[in-house]
């Protein structure tokens, strides 16, 4: 039972363009979702979240969109760079659960020069 | 303010034996969850510690425990070790009564089972 589902395991994108990431999810439970980015050898980092109230929260060159219709949500990357190569996760998760996060499978994100 | 630390980098253990896992959460984070990643996949939650109680548990099997300290120490243990336990395992650390979900990650211990 997959609850949260990236299903473009890669993306590769142009510097300078747009990279946009996309995530699906099953449960209507969660009310907080977040986005981190790993790189090889090194724990997931926080990127962006965004609340279940809102559609849309922007954080400098990232952006994610929230679709509660459709249970979905995007992250923007505008200008993509070199160093934004990385494994990305969303994750979700409900209130009061202190973080008990249910990660995606990720999609592997190689930005070209 | 350090970051949080895991102990061991790389692990290899033998079916059937016991392996201990370690982490050093950020000073007065009093929440720390394990997850466990396996290759190809997303981190998976394994369990959550609050104030060295634990505080939920994801799908895993009592084989699976853990211990939270008071000096932002925790362990992971994994008894009877089966070959589909190598995974990448990962520790976060949360601030106390952090309400936004942030979670600080380690780097995890690469756990390998023969």
């Known amino acids: 039972d997959q609850q949260v589902k990236q299903n473009s395991p890669s993306l590769s994108v142009q510097e300078g363009r747009i990279s946009i990431l996309n995530c699906d999810y099953t449960?209507?439970?969660?009310?907080?979702f977040l986005w981190y980015k790993k790189y090889p050898a090194e724990g997931p980092t926080f990127l962006i979240s965004i609340s279940s109230i809102k559609d849309k929260n922007e954080d400098g060159r990232f952006t994610v969109f929230l679709n509660k219709s459709a249970k979905h949500l995007s992250l923007h990357i505008v200008p993509s760079q070199p160093g934004d190569s990385a494994v990305y996760f969303c994750?979700?998760?409900?209130?009061?659960?202190?973080?008990?996060?249910?990660f995606g499978q990720g999609t592997i994100l190689t930005v070209h020069p | 303010e350090t970051g949080v630390t895991q102990s061991p980098t790389h692990l290899i253990k033998t079916r059937g034996q016991q392996v201990t896992l370690r982490c050093s959460s950020q000073s007065g984070h009093n929440t720390v969850s394990w997850y466990q990643q396996a290759l190809g996949q997303g981190p998976q939650f394994i369990f959550q510690?609050?104030?060295?109680?634990?505080?939920g548990r994801g799908n895993f099997p009592p084989r699976f425990s853990g211990l939270q300290f008071p000096n932002y120490s925790s362990e992971l243990n994994v008894n009877a070790l089966e070959l589909d336990d190598s995974a990448l395992y990962l520790c976060?650390?949360?601030?106390?009564?952090?309400?936004?979900?942030?979670?600080?990650f380690g780097p995890g211990t690469r756990l390998t089972v023969t």
């Open positions: 510690y609050y104030r060295e109680e634990e505080n």
């Open positions: 976060a650390s949360s601030p106390a009564g952090l309400a936004d979900y942030e979670q600080y």
């Open positions: 994750a979700g998760t409900t209130s009061g659960s202190y973080g008990k996060l249910t």
């Open positions: 449960n209507s439970m969660f009310d907080y």
